[in-house]
């Protein structure tokens, strides 16, 4: 009787405390207007800090169809930044390049065109063709060229991703991730090439023959969400809708990636959605401002007695909207500077981190010239201590 007793309070107890638990404050990044989306896989991050505001299978495997040119794209710039290629080479467009159906710009086999053009074709109009015949003058084939693009995504962290081919047209073991898809799309972001053709909306691909062929933006949210500059569709019919893309909004940057939606309206619509609760709900918080003083380092052997540190670059990080945000910085800086040193000379670190984890080091750096003591000047400090 005692013991069915005991139990019974037991479960009392474990009731009301049930009770109370859903009374308590939420989480920090636990808002109370979640969002969902209908795609088979979704994420939403911030650019600068890398933060993950919102994810659904995010790691799962997945076909991306065209957002594999991403990659494409991104090896084709890096040899264009490496010299081994330039803008306004030219190259001569295989049969095999030729031959690629579904999205293209129709290129005539055996004719020559401008390298830059085919980049602006493969990252406005998703052009298959071009991709491939970007590919082969890059690498040599399309097979050497995915070698490089599964070398690098394993360099730049994109575990979960596997290439096949450089355009995204349907290949056995050809997949990736929404949270891999962020990580070469921010790559390329900052890239004054890529950011060029990807907030442009429409132009034209003019052939040797002088036939015309119209170059559209298939990013639809580049001219139609405010603030919209880069990104990439994809679709195949195992794919479904794709689209990776990003946004800047008050000096606050969000990317996020729709896989798998059922048209091509929904995967519009998804990222929008995504986006307005970014917006709505987090907002861009410098944590470290590196144009203010953070401390002051002793100095000897000058004139002055201390210096001003400051750090050497700034860390913002999105919080949520009139919440708390939960980083602290430690700094550690050295107990003197010995003079003759320059501004900007290295002093120490700050080091950034958010529930104990490290997720940022900053340099700390003299914030002025200190000039070393002229005999005289020696001197006269020693006497007048004296």
Known sequence: MKRRYFVLCLLLVCVLASFMAGKLPSKV??????????????????YVSGEVLHQQNADQKFEVASMVKLMTIYLTIDALENGQIALDDTLVASEYAASHGGSQVFLDAGSSYNVGKMLQSVIMASANDASVALAEFVAGSEKAFVEKMNQTAKSIGMENTQYANATGLPAPMQFST??????ILSKLIPNETYHKFSS????????????KTEIVNTNKLTRYYKGCDSGKTGFTDEAGYCLASSVMRDDMRLVAVVMGAKTAKERFSESINLFNWGFSNFKNNIILDCGEAVGEVNVVRSLKTSAKVFAKECFSAVTPVGKAHEYEIKFDIQKSAKAPMNKGDVVGVA????????????????GEDIVALTYPQAIGKVAKAW
């Open 178 to 183: 929404a949270a891999d898809t962020v990580k």
């Open 29 to 46: 990044y636990a808002l109370p207007d979640e969002i969902s989306v209908n795609s088979r896989a979704a994420i939403l991050v911030d």
């Open 351 to 366: 080091v950034v981190s958010k529930k104990g984890l490290v997720v940022k080091e900053v340099e700390l750096v003299l």
């Open 200 to 211: 442009m909306w429409m132009d034209e691909l003019v052939h040797p023959s002088g036939r």
